[in-house]
C-alpha cells in the first residue's frame, strides 16, 4: 500500500485533466461549513445519493453530512464539525467501488488541485 502512495505523489495532471471546478449550480457554501472535495478516480457515473449513504456508516460523523455534486466526478462532503473532515482525512485513503477516492479540503474559492 505504500508503494501505491509514494507512486501517486508523483503523479500530476494534463492540461486537459486540470479543468477548473465550477460551482455555480452549487448552493453557497456558508463559513462554518467544512467542506472535502472527493474526486472519484472511475470512469462509471456517479450516484450522488448513493456514495452519500454508503460513507455515512463507515465515516461515522457525529452529526449527518451533506453531498453535493461539483462536476468531473467530484462530490463535495459538507460536515458542520472540523473534527469530522479531519479524521477522515488523516485516514486516508479511501476507496469506493475498488476505485481510489482522492480528498482535499475545499473552502468554498479556490479550485481543488484533485
Do not use: C
Request: glycine share 4%; no cysteine; aromatic share 12%.
Amino acid at each position: 500500500m505504500e508503494d501505491i502512495l509514494y507512486d501517486w505523489k508523483k503523479l500530476s495532471l494534463t492540461d486537459e485533466e486540470d479543468v477548473k471546478l465550477s460551482l455555480s449550480k452549487s448552493k453557497n457554501l456558508q463559513s462554518k461549513e467544512y467542506v472535502l472535495a472527493a474526486k472519484f478516480l472511475t470512469k462509471r457515473a456517479l450516484n450522488v445519493e448513493a456514495r452519500g449513504r454508503t460513507f455515512k456508516p463507515l465515516w461515522r460523523a457525529k452529526k449527518d453530512f451533506e453531498v453535493r455534486e461539483a462536476g468531473d466526478h467530484i462530490l463535495l462532503f459538507i460536515f458542520e464539525f472540523q473534527s469530522n473532515a479531519e479524521r477522515l482525512l488523516a485516514n486516508e485513503p479511501w476507496t469506493f467501488d475498488e476505485h481510489a477516492v482522492l480528498l482535499q479540503r475545499f473552502d468554498g474559492l479556490h479550485r481543488p488541485g484533485i
